[in-house]
């Protein structure tokens, strides 16, 4: 264990000094590269701003105005019958926009209801087995520049499907 340990409070450091290593045993400027890749770094952070700015108010939005738990209450008879609780509704949508937003959403569910709850049990594997799709897709095909996503959506929907179900049943085991 003592191994494992050390292990993770050495590895950043040592893929550091591996990559100077390296840099230096080819003759390279790695200080020049370096400040290349953080100007392009920056640059890509400038081009994706407005769109993260644009899904964290459009989360702020949906949840200050308490459209999550209407939409909850609505569809909370037919998720009943799908043995799915209407109380992670809204972590679901929120999850596909915003991992952040989701975790205070998480939060607010294990303050009612326990982590060790059924309920907190599929939220949190849940949260594990789901992608922010909807950020992801925005900010890297936007710094990638791609225009055609072809089936990236449909099969990113089906996983999330696919990982909201298996939360539901692993908690249901345990």
């Known amino acids: 264990m003592s191994f ?16 100077v290593a ?30 993260l700015i644009g899904l964290m108010v459009a989360v702020g939005v949906l949840r200050a105005s308490g459209f999550l738990d209407f939409l909850s209450g609505l569809l909370g008879g037919f998720m009943s019958f799908l043995h799915f609780p209407s109380e992670l509704v809204p972590v679901t949508i ?5 991992s952040s937003a989701a975790t205070g959403l998480l939060i607010d569910i294990f ?5 060790d709850s059924t309920l907190g049990m599929m939220a949190s594997i849940m949260m ?4 922010t799709i909807f950020y992801t897709m925005s900010v890297y095909f936007m ?16 996983t999330t499907l696919v990982g909201t179900m298996a939360s539901v049943i692993l908690a249901g085991l345990m």
């Open 4 to 19: 494992l340990i050390f292990l993770s409070n050495a590895i950043i450091p040592l893929l550091i000094f591996y990559i």
């Open 94 to 98: 929120v999850k596909m926009f915003s």
């Open 143 to 158: 710094a990638a520049h791609v225009h055609k996503s072809r089936y990236t959506l449909a099969g990113a929907l089906f």
């Open 22 to 51: 390296l840099g230096l045993s080819r003759r390279q400027n790695i200080y020049e590269d370096f400040i290349k890749g953080a100007a392009e770094g920056f640059k890509t952070v400038l081009g994706i701003m407005p769109t």
């Open 128 to 131: 594990s087995c789901t992608e």
């Open 111 to 115: 303050k009612e209801f326990g982590p």
